[in-house]
């Protein structure tokens, strides 16, 4: 399911009773549309009169981007009231998911049975569902390396950074072979799009695989070509 901000409302209520003993505080409460976290309790810091830093402006997160479970969802929501509590508290913890946030996660999980983790990363299926799914149109640059891997590249379609990464990795020494390829594969929304000289290192036969109906470019250093 994904969550609503009345669902979301809900379940801070019922489980800040439940869990919290009704301690923690109405907080703003947002919806995210974000690639990289399921749940994030925000906030802001300031350093008082007496040196001490204070937490203050708390916000709550939570990724509508996911069909999530119905449990997982509400473990992410506990999980971050966990972070609440500490936070609105000013409470000190050995790090973001330390002693503290470790010891009252294992006792909402042994006492309500719930299965809260430290960690927030998704799961590889969250993660394909995180990649925008829209067809555009990319210049591809595979790159042989000598060691016998393969590297790709999403290049910005502007002729002067094409040409300057085909001319530059095309002479580094570790690389054996470059070819440029049009495609409008979704596979490659997932790469940064950008002229840096880097490669990312994937599995030949999947991409290869990716760009069985890509246009070839030709490029003789000075000038690309679109080859039917």
Avoid at 58 to 72: A, K
Avoid at 185 to 206: H, K, M
Wanted: hydrophobic share 35%; charged share 30%; with cysteine.
């Amino acid at each position: 399911m994904r969550a609503t901000v009345d669902y979301i409302k809900s379940k801070f209520e019922e489980y800040n009773k439940l869990m919290f003993e009704g301690k923690l505080p109405p907080l703003p409460i947002m919806l995210s549309d974000a690639k990289t976290f399921l749940g994030k309790c925000e906030f802001q810091k300031r350093r008082l009169s007496d040196g001490r830093v204070e937490r203050y402006n708390f916000r709550l997160r939570i990724n509508t981007r996911f069909d999530l479970p119905e449990q997982e969802l509400e473990d992410t929501i506990i999980h971050e009231m966990i972070h609440y509590y500490i936070g609105v508290y000013q409470l000190n913890d050995t790090s973001a998911h330390g002693q503290l946030f470790r010891k009252m996660m294992n006792t909402i999980n042994k006492r309500y049975g719930r299965h809260i983790t430290i960690s927030q990363k998704m799961k590889d299926g969250q993660k394909e569902e995180a990649y925008d799914t829209r067809k555009r149109w990319h210049v591809v640059a595979v790159l042989d390396f000598s060691d016998g891997r393969t590297g790709v590249k999403v290049l910005p379609r502007v002729l002067p950074r094409i040409l300057n990464y085909y001319n530059v990795m095309g002479t580094d020494w570790r690389v054996t072979g470059i070819r440029l390829y049009m495609s409008n594969d979704i596979f490659f929304n997932r790469y940064p799009n950008s002229g840096t000289l880097n490669a990312i290192i994937v599995e030949r036969d999947i991409l290869m695989a990716h760009l069985s109906d890509a246009k070839i470019v030709h490029c003789d250093g000075r000038q690309v070509k679109v080859m039917d």
